[in-house]
T-cell receptor
Framework: GAVVSQHPSRVICKSGTSVKIECRSL??????MFWYRQFPKQSLMLMAT?????????EQGVEKDKFLINHASLTLSTLTVTSAHPEDSSFYIC???????????????FGPGTRLTVL | QKEVEQNSGPLSVPEGAIASLNCTYS??????FFWYRQYSGKSPELIMS????GDKEDGRFTAQLNKASQYVSLLIRDSQPSDSATYLC?????????????FGTGTKLQVIP
């Protein structure tokens, strides 16, 4: 149980284009999903918390108009990197919390990540 | 002071030895504590959760929690080269009125054959 998928696993795009990344919880429902970014040899950086049916909560310094998050159902959240630039090249990872487990546990299960390269 | 602190390492241990990974946290009211393993180029994988003081064992892994000292550790017995990875400590706390998990920067473990 507690499987999270991400698609695509790898994407290369030209500067100025937009890229959409999907995060799905496959065998559980997740009211909350999280989006992280990780640069090489650096730690995870939380970008935003995605709440089903409401607006995402962005961390300080993360541009909400550049990183659009949609959490339309209990099993799907999407992150769209708009007008991507080379400095947006990074490893983007989503995670999800199992609704059944309850908020006090807060275990997060990670997707396999999406490696974005902007040329 | 960082909310969750870990020694970045690398921590090198010979194969078969016990690896001891440590983590301290600043939020006294934290309730949930997690250890994740992250191989290079991969996403983190949850390996242990602990919620109450004391030890919790799962196979070769033992998590230890001491809330009074705000300290959580992970012991890996009979370390194997396949255990070589970065281990992330994560702590659930309350930030701005909502639950939030904060990750440490990770400790890189190298198990030498």
């Amino acid at each position: 149980g507690a499987v999270v998928s991400q698609h695509p696993s790898r994407v290369i795009c030209k500067s100025g284009t937009s890229v959409k990344i999907e995060c799905r919880s496959l065998d559980f429902q997740a009211t909350t999903m999280f989006w992280y970014r990780q640069f090489p040899k650096q730690s995870l950086m939380l970008m935003a918390t995605s709440n089903e049916g409401s607006k995402a909560t962005y961390e300080q310094g993360v541009e909400k108009d550049k990183f659009l998050i949609n959490h339309a159902s209990l099993t799907l959240s999407t992150l769209t990197v708009t007008s991507a630039h080379p400095e947006d090249s990074s490893f983007y990872i989503c995670s999800a919390r199992d609704l059944q487990r309850g908020s006090s546990y807060n275990e997060q299960f990670f997707g396999p990540g999406t490696r974005l390269t902007v040329l | 002071q960082k909310e969750v602190e870990q020694n970045s390492g690398p921590l090198s241990v010979p194969e078969g030895a016990i690896a001891s990974l440590n983590c301290t946290y600043s939020d006294r009211v934290s309730q949930s504590f997690f250890w994740y393993r992250q191989y290079s180029g991969k996403s983190p994988e949850l390996i242990m959760s602990i919620y109450s003081n004391g030890d919790k064992e799962d196979g070769r892994f033992t998590a230890q929690l001491n809330k009074a000292s705000q300290y959580v550790s992970l012991l890996i017995r009979d370390s194997q080269p396949s255990d070589s990875a970065t281990y992330l400590c994560a702590v659930n706390g309350n930030s701005g009125g909502y639950q939030k998990v904060t990750f440490g920067t990770g400790t890189k473990l190298q198990v030498i054959p």
